[in-house]
């Protein structure tokens, strides 16, 4: 039965119950080749966001020098191995998200946030745009607490830029050791396979600062 979207994010006991297994999805990556599924490859780092639609998300990061590869799924909820049509109900408390595996060497996590900050809005709280619901909240989400403090540091950086600029404050999520479920393979870099698909990606027109 479908459900109104909610602007809030259900409690455990009232989100849906979820599958014991995880969904059949995609491996590899459809652009790249490279593989996207299971722990994160040997020398790279892992950086999870949400910011919206997760198709559009997606594709501002998979061109990048310095990332390896990206994918698309859902976390920061309850319901465990969700579809994208329970997340739809807002009765999971997941969001959309995309993982990031990069090499540091090549990429910095500063660059990487610069991408976030820059192209969605970062102050709308349960939505994006015009996509309305607890699965478009703007999210940073971090494997540990090793990186924590340098995505703090950029929080108040765009925030200073934000707040001067007589924008809103901030209302991004920033969690450390949250479960990643992939999404179904459809999903996975839905904008190379449809060029012409829905985006939904914007921005507030604010640069990143940057970072000593």
């Known amino acids: 039965m479908w459900r109104p979207k909610l602007m809030a994010i259900p409690s455990a006991d009232e989100a849906l119950p979820g599958r014991s297994e995880p969904l059949q999805t995609s491996t590899h990556h459809f652009v790249s080749g490279h593989r996207i599924a299971g722990a994160c490859p040997s020398g790279m780092r892992e950086l999870t966001v949400g910011m919206g639609c997760f198709w559009g998300a997606e594709r501002a990061f998979w061109n990048l020098d310095g990332v390896y590869s990206t994918s698309v799924g859902y976390g920061a909820g309850h319901t465990p191995n969700p579809t ?40 709308q709280g349960m939505r994006q745009g015009n996509d309305i619901g607890t699965q478009y909240r703007s999210g940073i989400y971090l494997s540990d607490e090793q990186e924590l403090d340098a995505v703090m540091a950029s929080k108040a950086a765009y925030q200073r830029a ?45 640069r990143f600062p940057a970072q000593d």
């Not at 739809?88 to 610069?114: F, K």
């Not at 007589?166 to 992939?182: A, N, R, S, V, W």
């Not at 396979?193 to 829905?198: A, E, H, I, R, T």
């Open 162 to 206: 934000l707040t001067a600029a007589g924008q809103p404050d901030i209302t991004t999520e920033i969690l450390t050791g949250i479960t990643y479920y992939m999404a179904e393979s459809y999903h996975q870099q839905y904008l190379a396979k449809n060029p012409n698909g829905y985006c939904g990606l914007g921005g507030c027109g604010i």
């Open 84 to 123: 994208y049509d329970e997340v739809c109900t807002g009765m999971t408390g997941h969001n959309e998200l995309v993982r990031i595996w990069y090499d540091p060497r090549q990429v910095s996590l500063e660059a990487l946030l610069g991408v976030f900050w820059e192209r969605h809005d970062p102050t």
